[in-house]
Nanobody, 115 residues
């Protein structure tokens, strides 16, 4: 079992920044990839960014150059630095931990970009 706790969401003006955190606990040794997903009202959940144990990263085209995913293995935490935020980035952001045969989701954190 893996437990994921997200934090860092909130309300920000367009052009602003936020940093999301996802703290993992439990059977973290089996995690291969950590990712951030988001789901806007009426839309499907989509991948935002992911990072492997080896440090390889993958980003959605819509966030390339604005968002950065990173991980602190000592703290068992994954971060999503979000810069130049746009109203279309508004969504609930979820952390996901992937293993060979299973995956776990966090509870989600709301990000609202509005003036």
């Amino acid at each position: 079992q893996v437990q994921l706790v997200e934090s860092g969401g909130g309300l920000v003006q367009p052009g602003g920044s936020l940093r999301l955190s996802c703290a993992a606990s439990g059977s973290i040794f089996s995690i291969s990839t950590m990712g951030w997903y988001r789901q806007a009202p009426g839309k499907q959940r989509e991948l935002v960014a992911a990072i492997t144990n080896g440090g390889s990263t993958n980003y959605a085209d819509s966030v390339k150059g604005r968002f950065t995913i990173s991980r602190d293995n000592a703290k068992n935490t994954v971060y999503l630095q979000m810069n130049s935020l746009k109203p279309e980035d508004t969504a609930v952001y979820y952390c996901k931990a992937s293993m060979t045969y299973s995956h776990y989701w966090g509870q989600g954190t709301q990000v609202t970009v509005s003036s």
